[in-house]
């Protein structure tokens, strides 16, 4: 079956510590991944996108960094957390079949930056 | 661009009351519809799954419509209850194909509240 594993669930850094959230997806292959930031009160806003190993698009200036190591591997990482790097973390991916794609959300990194 | 836009952004109402929440969006072709419901803190849950060419799709008391000509979908909650105070979102899926352009597009979620 389809699923989609990311975490920790929650994390609490001190400001100028790294960052690393991780993500794996199974079941499928080839997926588009995803990394969304919802700060508190906020919608959610699209990182980073990926559509295949090592090929990662960012959707807003900040101060992280994603990879994707491994098709099914997509990992958020920042080398000095920020106060405003607080918020919830989202993975997601989406797979196209035909005319209908799937897509499948994680349950999300609360971060804490203090 | 593709957008989706919700209202209104913020919504209280008594238990036991009905509530409809909206979503536009500009997203086109899109393979399905969707909304979620999501608790603070957590990830989204689905609540309601619809393509292109269906028109309502219920889930107990949520009851999601669609209307691709005007572009426009509702979330209808009957019989509120204290468990549903939430953030509500629409999100849609582009149709196919490995581009920008098949990005997942949220949308920025109306946040409900039940009051006893």
């Known amino acids: 079956s389809q699923t989609i594993h990311q975490w920790p669930a929650t994390l609490v850094q001190p400001v100028g510590s790294p960052l690393s959230l991780e993500c794996t997806v199974e079941?499928?292959?080839?997926?588009?991944l995803y990394w969304y930031r919802q700060a508190a009160g906020r919608g959610l806003q699209l990182l980073f996108y990926?559509?295949?190993?090592?090929?990662i698009s960012s959707e807003v200036p900040q101060n992280l960094s994603a990879s994707r190591p491994q098709d099914r591997q997509f990992i958020l990482s920042s080398k000095k957390l920020l106060l405003s790097d607080s918020g919830f973390y989202l993975c997601?991916?989406?797979?196209?079949?035909?005319?209908?794609?799937?897509?499948?959300f994680g349950q999300g990194t609360r971060l804490t930056v203090v | 661009k593709n957008q989706v836009e919700q209202s209104p952004q913020s919504l209280i109402i008594l238990e036991g009351k009905n509530c409809t929440l909206q979503c536009n969006y500009t997203v086109s072709p899109f393979s399905n519809l969707r909304w979620y419901k999501q608790d603070t803190g957590r990830g989204p849950v689905s609540l309601t799954i619809m393509t292109f060419s269906e028109n309502t799709k219920s889930n107990g008391r949520y009851t999601a419509t669609l209307d691709a000509d005007t572009k426009q979908s509702s979330l209808h909650i009957t019989a509120s209850q204290l468990s549903d105070s939430a953030s509500y979102i629409c999100v849609v899926i582009p149709r196919g194909g490995y581009s920008s352009a098949s990005k997942i597009i949220f949308g920025s979620g109306t946040r409900l509240s039940i009051r006893p």
């Open positions: 990926s559509v295949g190993i090592g090929q």
């Open positions: 997601a991916w989406s797979v196209s079949r035909g005319a209908y794609t799937e897509a499948f």
């Open positions: 079941g499928t292959s080839n997926p588009n």
